[in-house]
Structures are given as structure tokens and as C-alpha cells.
């Protein structure tokens, strides 16, 4: 079974600082690797995925995120946040069969806190 | 286009009682799911339907949850009766199937269910 594991629930950086949110997956094969952002009130946001290739993936919002194997890491990078980037995020690893993409798996969030 | 709707965004019912949660998905999008956050917890899948048909089930908690999607649009998630361990956030997504490296879910804002 695919698990993920977001090791920080709550993150303090000041605006302006750089941001990394860490993701490490449990899987057997090369999973296909999300991140959501979700702000208050509203559903959760697609800001980047892996799936195979280049393992630095580009994402919205100036989101970035690299997969290493190596470690079954899929961490969240940004190089300097913004107020509006306070939002929980989430990690999330599937699966896609015939029909489909298969339901995903969730870690349990990270809450981003911006200082000013 | 417009996004994937839940209706209602909150409910407050009492134990015992049965609710209906609604879900609008992206017109043309034949895969649905549902998701539900518990406090504190991770945002766990409940069942994957392709169309009318139910692909993936192996979430749902227990019998007292019945998900249908008649017609393969729109889908309703009924507890009957409710328990005080379903409180939490039921989220809905919707994904058309375009192949695995362009497979993504949209997600609704969640329905926030109250059991009292």
C-alpha cells in the first residue's frame, strides 16, 4: 500500500524568505506525485505534478518541486514566499489504471504561516 | 467552465440522523471521487466512480455510507444514520481520462458535515 508522510504540520518563513516543504512517498513503483494547495474556504488547487521525465517539475504560483528517487522524496520548493501563500498543503501520491485515475493518497498537510 | 460543486457546504445533523451530500462534477468528466477529511487526519478516498459505475469502493468506511451516481452525472453520498466519528470535510474531484500523463483531479470546496 502507498503512503505519504509530510513530516512539518505547521511552517512559520517570513514573506520574502525561501520555502521548502518536504514530502517523502512509500510506494513500489514510480508513483505519479501531486501537490494541492488549499486556502480557506475554497477546494484544494493542483500547483504541480510528476509523472515521469525531468524530475524538476515547474509548477503555478512560482512553484517548483524535484523528485529523488533515491530518497522517495517530492519536496515543495518556492524562493520567496508571498503573503497570499499562507494555505495548507498537501502531498499526494496515485495510481492510474485503465479507466482512469485511481483515487490518491494524502499526506496529512502542512499549514504554511507567513510572517510579515 | 465552471468547477466542481458540493452542495451543501455545511451541514449540522445529530446522531442518528441521515444526510445527503451532493457533488456537480466538470461536464464531461466521467471519472468522480469522493474524499473526506476527519479533523486532524489525512484526507482519505472514499470511492472512484467511472460514469455510473462504481471502479473503486475499497474506502468507504462502513454500510452505513451509500455513493450513487445516476446517469453518470451529478452524485450523492448518503449517511444513514449518522455517527459522531463521521464529522469532518467530504471532499468531491473530477478528472476526465486523458491518459496518465495528463491525469488530474479537480476538486469541489468540500462539504463540512457536523454530527452533534
Known amino acids: 500500500a502507498q503512503s505519504v508522510t509530510q513530516p512539518d504540520i505547521h511552517i512559520t518563513v517570513s514573506e520574502g524568505a525561501s520555502l521548502e516543504l518536504r514530502c517523502n512517498y512509500s510506494?513500489?513503483?514510480?508513483?505519479?506525485l501531486f501537490w494541492y494547495v488549499q486556502s480557506p474556504g475554497q477546494g484544494l488547487q493542483l500547483l504541480l505534478k510528476y509523472f515521469s521525465g525531468d524530475t524538476l517539475v515547474q509548477g503555478i504560483k512560482g512553484f517548483e518541486a524535484e523528485f529523488k528517487r533515491s530518497q522517495s522524496s517530492f519536496n515543495l520548493r518556492k524562493p520567496s514566499v508571498h503573503w497570499s501563500d499562507a494555505a495548507e498543503y498537501f502531498c499526494a501520491v496515485g495510481t492510474y489504471s485503465g479507466g482512469g485515475a485511481d483515487g490518491l493518497t494524502f499526506g496529512k498537510g502542512t499549514h504554511l504561516i507567513i510572517q510579515p | 467552465e465552471a468547477g466542481v460543486t458540493q452542495f451543501p457546504s455545511h451541514s449540522v445533523i445529530e446522531k442518528g440522523q441521515t444526510v445527503t451530500l451532493r457533488c456537480d462534477p466538470i461536464s464531461g468528466h466521467d471519472n468522480l471521487y469522493w474524499y473526506r477529511r476527519v479533523m486532524g487526519k489525512e484526507i482519505k478516498f472514499l470511492l472512484h466512480?467511472?460514469?455510473?459505475?462504481?471502479?473503486?469502493e475499497s474506502g468507504m468506511p462502513n454500510n452505513r455510507f451509500l455513493a450513487e451516481r445516476t446517469g453518470g452525472t451529478y452524485s450523492t453520498l448518503k449517511v444513514q444514520p449518522a455517527e459522531l466519528e463521521d464529522s469532518g470535510v467530504y471532499f468531491c474531484?473530477?478528472?476526465?481520462?486523458?491518459?496518465?500523463?495528463?491525469?488530474?483531479?479537480?476538486f469541489g470546496p468540500g462539504t463540512r458535515l457536523t454530527v452533534t
Open positions: 510506494y513500489g513503483a514510480t508513483p505519479y
Open positions: 474531484a473530477s478528472s476526465q481520462d486523458l491518459g496518465p500523463t495528463r491525469a488530474r483531479q479537480y
Open positions: 466512480f467511472v460514469k455510473e459505475s462504481k471502479q473503486d
